[in-house]
C-alpha cells in the first residue's frame, strides 16, 4: 500500500490538506497527516483546529513514498523553517522519491533549488526568485505532474490535485473512480 505524510503547521490552508488526505484516504491510500510541532492538535489559517495523527518526531520518513506541503501562509514559512522537515525533504528527493507541494508551498521545492529545469505551479507570486532560474519555469497551471514533483496553484484545484497524486500512486483507474465518486463536475 502507498504511504503519504501530509504536514500540517500552524497556519496551514485547512482545505488544500485536508482534501488531499480525504481523495487519498478513499482511494486506500495509507495517509498520516504529520504536525511539524509537539502538539497534534493545530489552528489553521481560517482558524479550524486541526487534530493530526501524529508529531514530525514520530514520523516514518523511510516507509513513505509521498511527502505533500499544503500551502497557507504563515503555515508554509512555518514549513520552511522546520529543519526536521527540510532534511526529510531532501532525503526524499535523493532517493527518487515523490514530492507534491500546492499554494504557496512549491516555493519551497524552488528554494531548495528542486525545480531547476522542471515546470512547476504555485499561488501567483510565489514564482518569483524561482521562475526562470536555472530553467524553472512557472506555468500557472492548475497542475504540473513531472516525473517526481506534482505542483498545484491553490485552493480552487485542490480537488484536481489531490487526484492528480492518487493517479501517480494507485493508477487513473483507481483515480477515476473516485473522481466519479466524489460528483467531479466532468463525470456528470
Known sequence: MAKVLAFFAEGTEEIECLTVVDILRRGSV?????????N???????????VCDKTIEE????????????????????LEQNQKLLSAIKVHKEKGKLLAAICAAPSIFGHLGFLNGLPFTCFPGFQEGIDGVDGAKWTGAAVENTEQFITGRGMGVAVDFSLALLAHLKGKEVAAKIKAGIQHPETL
Open 30 to 38: 495509507d495517509v498520516e497527516l504529520i504536525s511539524i510541532t509537539e
Open 40 to 50: 497534534k492538535t493545530l489552528v489553521g489559517s481560517h482558524k479550524i483546529t486541526v
Open 59 to 78: 514520523a516514518d520518513f523511510e516507509t513513505a513514498d509521498l511527502l505533500f506541503l499544503p500551502g497557507g501562509m504563515p503555515g508554509v514559512t512555518h
